[in-house]
């Protein structure tokens, strides 16, 4: 079975600082998705960032980056220029593929605080 | 806007009781989701559903039940047999895989279930 794996319960980033989050996962397959979800406090939980396990090129979106490792099994989120909206549980997810969500499988969560 | 809607945001329930968890969504997704989410524990499957009138046991169902009548609707029903069912529920759709499924759950603001 897949696990996932994120071992910082919690972190804090000084605001327009650069923050990484760590996720590792364990999976014996080599075709899968990984994901990064934002929780933010009281409010929906949103995907920030996809990778898809073929692609050797990390994902981008704006600030947010990801370190995706395929050997090491690790797909580490980068946050730049933190912003007080960031404050939130960011959690790791895996997927393989095909899509199948049923089997999604999430990490504890990190819970990240943006300080002024 | 479209989206899901989970009610009731908090609910507080006595031992012995059933109670009802709502979630409707209007994105006119087949799939939708039930999680369980602990501290430390990250989101656990209860009951998923793809199609109407269909759905099966997650990881953790005993104690639940659901029902997928309507496509917008698939309610939760917690049982006085979960034995611990203090949690925060959260419902989530996502799009049909033969129709361009990127793996991207949809999340309602979840419900907070406190059993007294």
């Known amino acids: 079975a897949q696990t996932v794996t994120q071992s910082q319960p919690e972190m804090s980033v000084q605001e327009a600082e650069t923050v990484t989050l760590s996720c590792t996962y364990d999976?014996?397959?080599?075709?899968?998705?990984l994901f990064w979800y934002k929780q933010p406090p009281s409010r929906q939980m949103i995907l920030v960032i996809r990778?898809?396990?073929?692609?050797?090129q990390n994902a981008t979106e704006n600030r947010f980056s990801v370190n995706f490792q395929k050997a090491a099994k690790s797909f580490s989120l980068k946050i730049s220029d933190s912003q007080l909206g960031d404050t939130a549980m960011y959690f790791c997810a895996f997927m393989l593929a095909p899509h199948n969500n049923n089997d999604m499988r999430f990490g504890a969560g990190t819970r990240l605080t943006v300080k002024p | 806007d479209g989206g899901i809607t989970q009610s009731p945001k908090y609910l507080f329930r006595k031992e012995g009781q059933n109670v009802t968890l709502s979630c409707e969504q209007n994105?006119?997704?087949?799939?939708m989701y039930w999680y369980r989410q602990d501290p430390g524990q990250g989101l656990r499957l209860i009951y998923y559903s793809q199609i109407v009138n269909d759905f099966q046991k997650g990881d953790i169902a005993e104690g639940y039940s659901v029902s997928r009548e309507k496509k917008e609707s698939f309610p939760l029903t917690v049982t006085s047999a979960q034995k611990n069912p203090t949690a925060f529920y959260l419902c989530a759709s996502s799009i049909d895989r033969e129709t361009g499924n990127t793996g991207e759950l949809f999340f309602g603001e979840g419900s907070r279930l406190t059993v007294l």
């Open positions: 990778q898809e396990a073929y692609k050797q």
């Open positions: 994105l006119n997704h087949d799939a």
């Open positions: 999976t014996s397959e080599s075709n899968y998705y």
